[in-house]
């Protein structure tokens, strides 16, 4: 009919919430830091219902920037592609490659920035560091990531595997 209806408070919690970073949101899930810690609580984004209450994520110090959510790549029917003869992602890499699984970017005021899967059990994939602090959040296009520390500007991006292999051989 057109007219404007008013809108409801479907959920609300409490207990958590950034001060400086924003939420992100990745497949339907909400994730949420507490204050300015590496404390991680997960909703779902319909329901609220919580997924991860509170869990410190020991490599995080001081949050200033927001996550990256990355959903990575369906198949046209929304379906996980075919992963049988696929690698195993890297934990020592900062990029993970885009059909993986969905996941977040956090980086800390002290340089570190921490990839965590965006389902469960929520897992840490991989932990970098730079020498300088980072208070602005990553940006991604295509296969680079784009990462602003208090001195520089960085683009990092992953190579084909193909090349990776052929250089350790």
Known sequence: DGAERPAVIRWRSEETGPYVSSAAICNEKLFVTKGLQ??????????GKVLLNQRRIE??????????????????ENEQPNRKNEPTPSKKS?????????????????????????EPPFDVLAVNRLEEPIDASPVASDKQLFIRTTRALYCLEQHGLEQHEAASD
Do not use: K, M, N
């Open 38 to 47: 590496g404390i991680l609580s997960v909703f779902q984004a319909e329901s």
């Open 59 to 76: 490599q995080l110090g001081t949050l200033y920037a927001s996550p990256l959510a990355v959903s990575g790549i369906s198949s046209p």
């Open 94 to 118: 900062i990029l993970v490659d885009r059909h993986e699984i969905p996941r977040l970017y956090y980086c800390s005021r002290d340089g570190t920035t921490v990839v965590i899967a965006a």
